[in-house]
């Protein structure tokens, strides 16, 4: 199993979100305390924000059924695997995908999913194929993808608004009909 010190930088690096409300150590939950135990000597010397970051991921920490903990755990020995510079990409990319909108962070995730359930050798084809562009038709074909994202995206959220989807529109059989 992990060591507490790794388990404690995991939470702080995947459940990095702002909140304040410094506290006194003392006034910590028990099994917080458990979870955040190699903090407690420098507990007050830390900010408002990354206290309130730590809680946050310790009591996702203490909400996660075994299986869950264990899947982090892998992936944060996978994390630790990476070159710096590959983290930084990483931590990049996920800093701009934060900055999507909703519609847009829901449509890259179904755009994933559709790539993973390619088979294997489709994928490494259209990996190759990308690899294999000029920076500029790189840059056009990124930008076209935008603009079609932006679209769908538009069209999502203005069917959500007006309470219809193209599934909820009548066929234009069932209009004849009626």
């Given at each position: 199993m992990i060591d507490t010190l790794r388990v404690m930088s995991l939470i702080g690096i995947l459940f990095s979100i702002q909140i304040g409300n410094?506290?006194?150590?003392s006034v910590l939950g028990a099994e917080i305390k458990q979870v955040l135990a190699p903090f407690e000597n420098k507990w007050n010397e830390i900010n408002e924000s990354r206290q309130g970051t730590l809680k946050l991921g310790a009591q996702r920490w203490i909400n996660m059924e075994?299986?869950?903990r264990s899947d982090m755990s892998m992936r944060y020995?996978?994390?630790?695997?990476?070159?710096?510079?590959?983290?930084?990409?990483?931590s990049k990319r996920f800093t701009?995908?934060?900055?999507?909108s909703p519609g847009q962070r829901k449509l890259l995730r179904e755009r994933g999913r559709q790539f993973r359930?390619?088979?294997?050798?489709?994928?490494?084809?259209l990996r190759a194929r990308f690899s294999k562009m000029s920076?500029?038709?790189?840059?056009?074909?990124?930008?076209?993808?935008?603009?079609?994202?932006?679209?769908?995206?538009?069209s999502r959220d203005a069917a959500r608004v007006s309470g219809h989807s193209e599934h909820d529109r009548p066929s234009k059989e069932s209009r004849t009909r009626q």
């Open positions: 410094a506290e006194e150590w075994e299986s869950q020995e996978r994390w630790l695997g990476l070159s710096p510079k590959k983290r930084e990409q990483l701009e995908f934060r900055k999507l359930q390619l088979p294997k050798a489709r994928q490494d084809k920076p500029e038709k790189k840059a056009r074909a990124l930008e076209r993808l935008k603009r079609r994202n932006r679209a769908l995206v538009k």
